[in-house]
Nanobody
């Protein structure tokens, strides 16, 4: 069983910054990818950014140049630095981890953290 705990969400004014953290614990095997997704009210969950165990990153077009994903493999933690925030970035942000053993893969999710961008 894997637990992902997000932190760092909150209320911020447009143009402001927030840093999200996601710490993984429990039965962690080989991590393939960790990432962040978000879901705004009435919309589907969408990818924000991912990072592989090798350090390759991928971003949604809407956040490129504003958000930066990074990881600390020793701590099994992934971060999302969010700068120049816009009202349309308002959503619940979820941490995701894809890991595997020799027998199967695992797709784990955190409980989500609310990010609200508003003046």
């Amino acid at each position: 069983q894997v637990q992902l705990v997000e932190s760092g969400g909150g209320l911020v004014q447009p143009g402001g910054s927030l840093r999200l953290s996601c710490a993984a614990s429990g039965s962690i095997f080989n991590i393939n990818t960790m990432g962040w997704y978000r879901q705004a009210p009435g919309k589907q969950r969408q990818l924000v950014a991912t990072i592989t165990s090798g350090g390759t990153t991928n971003y949604a077009d809407s956040v490129k140049g504003r958000f930066t994903i990074s990881g600390d493999s020793a701590k099994n933690t992934v971060y999302l630095q969010m700068n120049s925030l816009k009202p349309e970035d308002t959503a619940v942000y979820y941490c995701n981890m894809i890991s595997y053993t020799a027998l199967r893969g695992y797709d784990s999710w955190g409980q989500g953290t609310q990010v609200t961008v508003s003046s």
